[in-house]
């Protein structure tokens, strides 16, 4: 089996990555099993292996990302694959056709758009009425009440 092995700075999330050249080929064959979907590969020291994070199994079209290779006694690589679901399955990714349902901006107060987070604004205000014989205290003392509000215009009035 063909394994090219490269050196990407893409980001995981990305479907589409840019392999370029490879770094390393190579043709390997497997001592035991393995699994395609996590591959593990014990491979003779190189220091351009050593230097990728991305391999590719050409004949069977399969991408993997590693961590950087672990050095075991021998002077051994060892790499454990991770599948790239992505990438193997990008074809399919790219050929999906989708309706956009939720197309909510945030400058809509119309519309109730429940991933948008809550905006909060927390006004506080202590009044100070004077007694009043309608409202209380014939003391002459003043009164503190509290008034709550829940919702109100968008501005906090």
Do not use: W
Not at 75 to 92: A, C, P, Q, S, Y
Not at 105 to 132: E, I, W
């Amino acid at each position: 089996m063909t394994v090219n092995f490269y050196k990407i700075s893409d980001d995981f999330r990305v479907v589409n990555k840019t392999l370029g050249t490879p770094i390393k080929t190579l043709s390997i064959d497997f001592l035991a099993s393995t699994s395609l979907s996590n591959p593990e590969l014990i491979l003779s020291y190189d220091s351009d292996i050593a230097s990728c994070n991305y391999m590719k199994f050409v004949e069977v079209e399969k991408h993997y990302f590693f961590p950087q290779p672990t050095l075991s006694p021998g002077g051994r690589l060892l790499i454990f694959g991770t599948d790239d679901v992505l990438m193997n399955n990008r074809e399919k990714i790219l050929d999906l056709h989708a309706y956009v349902t939720r197309s909510e901006s945030s400058g809509n107060d119309l519309m109730v758009d429940g991933k948008r987070p809550v905006q909060v604004n927390r006004h506080c205000k202590t009044l100070a009425f004077n007694a009043h014989p309608f409202i209380g205290d014939d003391q002459g003392s003043i009164i503190n009440y509290t008034l709550t509000v829940i919702g109100g215009h968008k501005n906090g009035t």
